[in-house]
């Protein structure tokens, strides 16, 4: 089993910075894509910030140039650096990760979600 931890979100200002961790743990062989999506209420689930294999590094378009996705030393960590935060940023946020686990007897793919972390902007 692959767990998916997130952590970091609260209450920031308008223009205010805010920083997620994502924290996975498990039987990891392999842990090529590490993803931020955010879903606000009464709105559908968009992807945030893309980092596939550490070179690939994607964000949507209403948060280029604000927030950047970075993976930690530990190699199984990834945060979003929120900066120049808006309103509309306000959402509940999920890391979503995938790859390949190895538990000794199976070995296979994985796609995992954390249970979110509410991102609140308000003044």
């Known amino acids: 089993q692959v767990q998916v931890v997130e952590s970091g979100g609260g209450l920031a200002q308008p223009g205010g910075s805010l920083r997620l961790s994502c924290a996975v743990s498990?039987?990891?062989?392999?842990?090529?894509?590490m993803n931020w999506y955010r879903q606000a209420p009464g709105k559908e689930r968009e992807l945030v910030a893309v980092?596939?294999?550490?070179?690939?590094?994607n964000y949507a378009e209403s948060v280029k140039g604000r927030f950047a996705i970075s993976r930690g030393d530990a190699k199984n960590t990834v945060y979003l650096q929120m900066n120049s935060l808006k309103p509309e940023d306000s959402a509940v946020y999920y890391c979503?990760?995938?790859?390949?686990?190895?538990?000794?007897?199976?070995?296979?793919?994985?796609?995992?979600w954390g249970l979110g972390t509410q991102v609140t902007v308000s003044s």
């Open positions: 980092d596939n294999s550490g070179s690939n590094i």
């Open positions: 979503n990760v995938r790859g390949y686990y190895n538990s000794g007897a199976f070995y296979g793919p994985f796609d995992s």
């Open positions: 498990g039987s990891i062989a392999v842990l090529n894509v």
